[in-house]
């Protein structure tokens, strides 16, 4: 079984200041990770994946985030937020990277930048 | 990428009466769809898988009844929300799974009255 741990519901940070969203992981197998991003309303997009290649994975909007598996990690950093920012994000395993995989969403973290 | 488009993005219905959202892969023959419930503030939830041409497979705790699924083409999937009531109100946002992540509608806001 998998399953995702988001370690902290709300995140708030100052615009231009770095941010660290915490995600661990359980996986029976290799997994893929994802991080997702929602605004209010609104689907998820995609912000990057680790599907077992280069462990440090860029994403866009300058987001990206390190796979370490000796620590069952997989937090997402920015160097500087932004406003446009403020959403909610969702970390995510897969113990497949084939088709018709079944997703095991974290409980969400919600970021908020201040100016 | 796969693009998927959902309609309606928002609904409102009375207590009762069944509402019908479909989820469609416009690009990317979807053999299989998944459809995820939220409720407000909390994360995403598996409903169910849709398995085009077959019956749909449900989550624990999922009323097959209750959420009709119907995936009849390769584009094409159809959540009913049967004789819906005010718990039913929630976001529900289909996928489609591509070869290496998920693709998402851009979900559908029910609120039932």
């Known amino acids: 079984a998998q399953s995702v741990t988001q370690l902290d519901s709300h995140v708030s940070v100052s615009e231009g200041t770095p941010v660290l969203l915490r995600c661990n992981y359980s996986?029976?197998?290799?997994?893929?990770l994802f991080w997702y991003v929602q605004h209010p309303n609104k689907g998820l997009q995609l912000l990057l994946k680790y599907t077992s290649a280069a462990t440090l994975v860029k994403g866009i909007n300058g987001f990206e985030a390190e796979f370490k598996k000796s620590e069952t990690s997989f937090h997402l950093t920015k160097p500087s937020a932004h406003m446009s920012d403020a959403a909610e994000y969702f970390c995510?395993?897969?113990?497949?990277?084939?088709?018709?995989?079944?997703?095991?969403f974290g409980t969400g973290t919600r970021l908020q930048v201040t100016l | 990428g796969a693009v998927v488009s959902q309609h309606p993005s928002w609904v409102i219905c009375k207590s009762g009466t069944s509402v019908k959202i479909e989820c469609r892969s416009l690009d990317f023959q979807a053999t299989t769809m998944f459809w995820y419930r939220q409720f407000p503030k909390q994360s995403l939830m598996l409903m169910a898988t849709s398995n085009e041409g077959s019956k749909a497979t449900y989550e624990q705790g999922v009323e097959k009844d209750k959420f009709l699924i119907n995936h009849a083409s390769l584009t094409l999937s159809t959540l009913t929300v049967t004789s819906a009531h005010p718990e039913d109100s929630s976001f529900y946002i289909c996928?489609?799974?591509?070869?290496?992540?998920?693709?998402f509608g851009q979900g559908t806001r029910l609120t039932v009255v």
């Open positions: 996986s029976s197998y290799s997994p893929s």
């Open positions: 996928s489609v799974q591509g070869v290496t992540e998920a693709f």
């Open positions: 995510v395993v897969s113990e497949s990277s084939g088709t018709a995989s079944k997703l095991t």
